[in-house]
């Protein structure tokens, strides 16, 4: 089974430039989520997904992310413009909420670093 | 609130020693889960092991064990006969049923474990 799959891997910017981040969940997992990790933190979440419905972005610093999940399966996170302080990882997760064994288990796929100068 | 408190920010051990992490949370909560996720210098976050607040069991899985302690609000982690390949940042995590599916993560315990 595949995982978590997000590109790019690594994305070196200037500031101002746009960017997007693209996540594909595992298979039938309904709950998608993007975190971004600063260097020496733990994740912190920008936005969450049941669904295509977003249901928790109150993190999400909305003058200049944005995020979709067109058809509740894949997503796409754009920051624009770019600033200096946004250079950290971009963390796509999934998982399957509910009861049943496994569930609220959160997959991470590898991650997309991005470098903004 | 939710919150999660890893007080150790580096832990650096010879190989073969044991070591443990500490991992300290808050919530408000009944129902709740633990968990712990390592993440190798590859950068992809692993999940290791939840734990529901309901079962207080000690769990061991090869050289992993892991002692929950409602009492004291603790999740710690035990890496017996720690090898090079432990070395990781190590993350503790809760999620309350009472906050949806929100996860809060801890800042991290990065091990070093030397040859």
């Known amino acids: 089974e595949a995982g978590v799959v997000q590109s790019p891997r690594y994305k070196i910017i200037e500031k101002k430039q746009p960017v997007a981040f693209w996540c594909n969940p595992i298979?039938?997992?309904?709950?998608l989520y993007w975190y971004r990790q600063n260097l020496g933190q733990g994740p912190e979440l920008l936005i969450r997904?049941?669904?295509?419905?977003?249901?928790?972005d109150s993190q999400l610093p909305k003058d200049r992310f944005s995020a979709e999940r067109l058809k509740g399966v894949d997503s796409t996170l754009k920051i624009q413009p770019a600033e200096l302080g946004d250079s950290a990882v971009y963390l796509c997760?999934?998982?399957?909420?509910?009861?049943?064994?496994?569930?609220?288990?959160?997959?991470f796929g590898a991650g997309s670093r991005l470098t903004v100068l | 609130a939710q919150k999660v408190t890893q007080a150790q920010t580096e832990i650096s051990v010879v190989e073969k020693e044991d070591v443990t992490l500490d991992c300290v949370y808050e919530?408000?909560?009944?129902?709740?889960?633990l968990f712990w996720y390592k993440q190798p210098p590859s950068g992809e976050l692993v999940f290791l092991i939840r734990?529901?607040?309901?079962?207080?069991q000690n769990e061991i899985s090869g050289r992993y064990s892991w002692n929950f302690q409602k009492s004291t609000s603790s999740f710690n982690f035990t890496i017996t006969a720690s090898q090079v390949v432990d070395s990781a940042v190590y993350f503790c995590?809760?999620?309350?049923?009472?906050?949806?599916?929100?996860?809060?993560f801890g800042t991290g315990t990065s091990l070093t474990v030397i040859p």
């Open positions: 997760a999934s998982s399957l909420t509910g009861v049943l064994a496994g569930a609220n288990v959160l997959t």
């Open positions: 298979s039938g997992h309904n709950t």
């Open positions: 997904y049941e669904n295509e419905e977003a249901v928790d």
């Open positions: 919530t408000r909560d009944t129902t709740y889960y």
């Open positions: 734990r529901n607040s309901f079962d207080e």
């Open positions: 995590a809760l999620s309350g049923t009472n906050t949806g599916n929100q996860f809060y």
